[in-house]
């Protein structure tokens, strides 16, 4: 049985990349944002760690990976399908370079093609179930399990931005073909979704003349 071969796609901005890549120009890039003054770019990095060199997830970007990948799982849970040496080696980077505090592979069960995506944000102790340890209310984690440790038993996270990192599949896509693709998709689904109401509706009024007799018959 013929198989079709996995296509690796990595989302690297070319323009950071080379900040990974390269150390003088890491350098020579910390020296500059802290001599022009430019705090939201300092913000970008953590200590000597280079900027995150992957693609910014906007939210027209992020609707069309949710539709297409509705299913979430952290990457150490996921178990679909075997992660390719490449992407497992960008998600290596991720780690080593501490860029976020939450890596998930998004994926669809019809068409897995997954992607992963890098979160930047918090951890914290939800507070609201009844065996939540209500001494973290307030304190703000790096990870699940710096939570779990700290005694939580609730531990839930705060999105502040996302990243895409990779994606694997039998056909690279382009992100204008992610965005025809989702498209069809959410048409096909809600269309659906619409018919079935339209059908429920026409059903109720097909004996609405009937049911005002017997419910208001003296």
């Not at 913000?43 to 995150?52: L, M, Y």
């Not at 609730?154 to 895409?164: D, H, T, V």
Request: contains cysteine; negative net charge; charged residues 30%.
């Amino acid at each position: 049985m013929e198989t079709m071969p996995t296509i690796v796609q990595s989302f690297l901005v070319e323009e950071t990349k080379e900040l990974v890549l390269d150390g003088e120009k890491l350098s020579e890039w910390n020296e500059l944002v802290a001599e022009l003054g430019l705090f939201g770019q300092i913000e970008t990095t953590s200590g000597d760690k280079s900027p995150i060199p992957f693609v910014f997830m906007k939210s027209n970007l992020k609707n069309v990976m949710e539709q297409l990948c509705p299913r979430k799982v952290e990457v150490n849970e996921y178990k679909i399908s075997p992660i390719p040496l490449d992407v497992l080696k960008l998600v290596k980077l991720a780690k080593d370079e501490k860029y976020f505090s939450s890596i998930e592979v998004w994926y669809d069960d019809k068409s897995p093609d997954p992607f992963v995506v890098g979160s930047v944000g918090h951890w914290y102790e939800t507070n609201w179930y009844d065996d939540s340890n209500k001494e973290l209310k307030g304190l703000q984690f790096d990870s699940k399990e710096a939570v779990i440790n700290a005694g939580g038993k609730r531990p839930n996270f705060s999105i502040q931005s996302q990243y895409l990192i990779a994606k694997w599949g039998d056909v690279a896509m382009s992100f204008e073909e992610m965005s025809e693709k989702a498209k069809q998709r959410f048409l096909e689904v809600r269309g659906a979704e619409l018919s079935k109401k339209i059908k429920e509706a026409q059903n109720e009024l097909s004996v609405l003349k009937e049911d005002a007799i017997e419910r208001f018959a003296l």
